[in-house]
């Protein structure tokens, strides 16, 4: 159901005649003030009660997830969660409140966190909190406004020491513990963990002018440790100026912090540098623990921006930024802590054109492309910023995605310096975030972010708010992208499981994303198709709420366009058929399957009693109701490969198919050919990263996955199977040699040339009879090539050659039953 902002007029956004215009550029500055005061006990000479006590993780647990890969997040602690969370046992008066004192421990930890779950409590917890060395006494406030989750400052050691305050009584088990976060690797621990081509951020660039710059803003750059389900991770963040100064606002990548329950587990650690550039060992930093709020977060540009639930320490500094673009060639500067080291320094240029743009997986806009000359980024670097020099200062112009794994797959390292540094530029997510760092939101018809929908009333209870798969009809929207950076935002739900198609109509260029019901990211895309500049994804989802994200690829643009909604729910029960299928004792034979609706159209490829290629067609395998699939077998012939026209083809009944499916990947393939009966165990067959197909009732012309069924229905007889793994294609070619008797050719190995284009050497199989039994080896001959060029999900072209003879077909996905299917 479309909810909230489906129907405009129910929460529309009031204008504001104050809106502030965006900014373009904004100066840096410097949060003064005298350093924090010493935190103290409050209860100095209270012994702390030993609540937790866990042994360290297993290897296997600490292993888990761990990266120093640039494009994810460095993980850092495994989390320890309790069967059951344990409550403060009680708490006693102390100087204008009430005090209560534990410890937790985590055998061998380098370092500790721990959540704390909150129940009915009368209002802020004050929390301190001491490592093992007892060197550094660390503080938070609780603000239970703010939920009922809390994670403390790290510490160092094994073992920590919490103290909480509370003005007012506390009620029984008001404050539990209920996991422990065991650190690995720690956040403050002098040493060398970064590659040894790094360079500390205090060594000189030999340009005075930059060298200030650095200093400066070098302030401005913290390490960020947060919490996710699968334990604690490190990434790196920028502090931003805005018009609300001092307003803690910090720039990091989406795949670091991607929603609001890992920003509220946020603890970030300030002037983590070294003392000089040569002085690797003497480390300094400030932590400042409390947790954030996600501001807006984009996967399509892998920037999230976060609002700190406390002031950073004095002394910071609020960088500059400018959204310009950066132009091939640029000098920059990075920040950051790679592996989570003290800070580096690391230098270079964007690319020359044309790859200083470069656009990566399913991210529908480019990316700058940097070659470093002076260090270089590493795991723990993501999220850190891309820094240009403007009258002597260092502005903010991208934010660290990763790099390019072309010639490793580890990525840039000190020994693969060819691969590329990746940044979203800024020039694409400011425009989202102005907003919110002019002060002033602007005048909208939807909202711009999940959070906006969270617990919204229903808008429409007369029809929009109905369930998709219950609609009678496609809901159609008119929306209007209002100004430079909007993002407009829509929710619904489906009552069963069903395919989701979702698009854009109308002139304007768009881009989208699918969430799920906490926004996570499902799905993004640019162009539904080569001839179209409107956004479109098809999803097969399992009943739920969802959302949808609409933009404009061009940032700066606005425009009018029309958002469409369908579902259908599957009207096939278990899984979807279309792959291709072998006995794996009996290589040289196989059977291609295509599943749409209730329908099977199968097409197995063996020898006939001289060993020639021989091929049989189930066409209309009819969905039984014992789950089987059945109907008549027919072998047929035909114009030759080559005819120019293609006349008809006639076919005859040999006898009937039946195919069976225990599960999802296993089943048994019976059939009769004039009398003569076999029967075969069958599996999926696997020769690179298989696909996954589900049923859609929508456009598949944005689709990379070519896995299906292929002809020219102008030359019904002939057709061609592919199956699409990872880059690689595996065809097989139903067709008849130049007597007019059929014959069928394989392509085995087609790797990927070009964005759409698949090529590989073609080969004529011969082999034993169809029921041979024991099976033996076939002989494969090269005839030929094969080549397959797409321009569109649904379209593209067929050229082969047999025997020098060569062959150039047009070629479209067959439609034999509805929901078709679509593989990824």
Not at 213 to 219: L, P, T, V
Not at 372 to 393: A, D, Q, R, W
Not at 554 to 568: E, H, K, M, R
Not at 680 to 689: A, L
């Amino acid at each position: 159901m479309i909810r909230a902002f489906a129907a405009a007029a129910a929460l529309a956004v009031p204008a504001f005649a104050f809106a502030t215009p965006p900014v373009t550029r904004m100066p840096a500055r410097v949060l003064e003030g005298p350093p924090a005061a010493a935190v103290a006990w409050r209860a100095p000479n209270r012994v702390p009660v030993d609540l937790v006590s866990l042994p360290a993780p297993s290897q296997e647990k600490i292993a888990t997830g761990t990266s120093n890969v640039p494009g994810q997040p460095l993980k850092v602690a495994t989390n320890q969660p309790l069967d059951n969370a344990i409550a403060v046992p009680h708490w006693s008066a102390a100087a204008g409140g009430f005090v209560a004192k534990v410890r937790v421990t985590s055998a061998e930890a380098v370092g500790i966190r721990t959540r704390l779950e909150l129940g009915t409590v009368p209002g802020p917890i004050e929390v301190r909190v001491q490592g093992s060395d007892r060197s550094v006494l660390e503080f938070l406030s609780i603000d239970p406004t703010l939920g009922n989750t809390h994670w403390t400052p790290w510490t160092e050691g094994p073992s920590q020491v919490i103290e909480l305050y509370s003005a007012v009584m506390p009620s029984p088990g008001a404050v539990s513990v209920s996991t422990i976060a065991h650190f690995t690797d720690s956040p403050l621990t002098a040493k060398t963990a970064a590659a040894i081509c790094t360079v500390s951020a205090q060594c000189s660039t030999g340009d005075d002018t930059l060298d200030a710059a650095i200093a400066q803003a070098r302030n401005s750059v913290a390490k960020i440790v947060f919490a996710t389900a699968e334990g604690n991770f490190l990434c790196t963040a920028t502090l931003l100026n805005s018009a609300s100064f001092p307003a803690p606002f910090l720039a990091t990548a989406h795949h670091c912090i991607g929603d609001s329950n890992a920003a509220a587990t946020l603890t970030t650690f300030w002037f983590y540098q070294t003392a000089s550039c040569d002085d690797l060992g003497t480390l300094q930093a400030t932590q400042a623990a409390g947790g954030s709020q996600l501001v807006f977060t984009d996967y399509n540009a892998d920037s999230t921006l976060l609002r700190m639930n406390r002031n950073p320490p004095a002394g910071v500094t609020y960088s500059a930024w400018n959204k310009a673009q950066v132009p091939a060639n640029a000098a920059f500067v990075s920040l950051s802590h790679p592996r989570g080291d003290a800070m580096r320094l690391a230098q270079g240029t964007v690319a020359a054109a044309p790859n200083n743009l470069l656009r990566i997986d399913d991210h529908p806009y480019d990316m700058y492309a940097v070659n470093f000359t002076k260090g270089i980024i590493e795991g723990g670097s993501s999220g850190s910023g891309l820094f240009v020099l403007n009258n002597g200062t260092l502005e903010l112009r991208g934010v660290l995605t990763g790099s390019t794994i072309s010639n490793d797959p580890g990525g840039l390292s000190c020994t693969d310096l060819t691969e590329y540094g990746l940044y979203d530029r800024f020039e694409v997510f400011e425009p989202e975030i102005d907003q919110y760092l002019a002060g002033a939101p602007r005048a909208d018809d939807a909202p711009n972010r999940v959070q906006d929908l969270f617990g919204t009333p229903i808008a429409d209870p007369n029809g929009v708010d109905k369930p998709l798969d219950q609609r009678t009809s496609s809901l159609v929207l008119s929306r209007s992208i209002d100004y430079s950076g909007d993002i407009d935002v829509f929710r619904f739900s489906i009552a069963a499981p069903s395919t989701v198609h979702v698009f854009t109509t109308g002139g304007l260029d768009t881009v989208g994303q699918l969430m799920d019901s906490f926004g996570a990211h499902i799905a993004s895309n640019d162009d539904e198709s080569a001839a179209s500049t409107n956004m479109g994804i098809t999803q097969s989802l399992d009943a739920g709420t969802y959302y949808v994200a609409v933009g404009a690829w061009d940032p700066s643009v606005t425009g009018t366009y029309a958002i469409n909604f369908s579902a259908s729910a599957s009207t096939t029960a278990g899984a979807n058929y279309t792959d291709l299928w072998w006995n794996s004792a009996e290589s040289g034979w196989g059977l291609n399957v295509n599943h749409q609706g209730t329908t099977l159209f199968a097409t197995l490829f063996t020898y006939d009693a001289s060993g020639a290629p021989m091929w049989l067609v189930l066409a209309n395998g009819a969905l039984q109701s014992d789950g089987s699939f059945t109907g008549p077998l027919y072998r047929t012939t035909g114009s030759p490969f080559n005819a120019v026209p293609f006349g008809p083809s006639t076919p005859a009944q040999v006898g009937t198919m039946t195919l069976r499916f225990a599960t999802a990947g296993a089943g048994t393939l019976s059939y009769t050919v004039n009398g003569t009966s076999v029967t075969k165990q069958i599996t999926r067959q696997p020769f690179s990263t298989p696909a996954t197909c589900t049923f859609t009732t929508g456009d598949r012309s944005s689709a990379t996955n070519y896995q299906d069924l292929w002809w020219n229905p102008s030359e019904s007889g002939w057709g061609v199977n592919v199956t699409h793994q990872g880059d690689i294609l595996f065809a097989t070619l139903f067709d008849y040699d130049l007597n007019g008797q059929g014959t069928w050719y394989v392509l085995a190995n087609a790797p990927k040339t070009a964005p759409g284009v698949y090529s590989g050497a073609l080969y004529r199989v011969t082999g034993p009879v169809f029921n041979a039994n024991p099976w033996i080896p076939t002989t494969p001959t090269q005839v030929g090539t094969m080549t397959f060029s797409f321009s569109s999900g649904n379209a593209g072209t067929l050229a082969y050659t047999v025997n020098g003879i060569q062959v150039t077909k047009s070629i479209q996905r067959e439609v034999f039953s509805s929901p078709t299917t679509q593989c990824q």
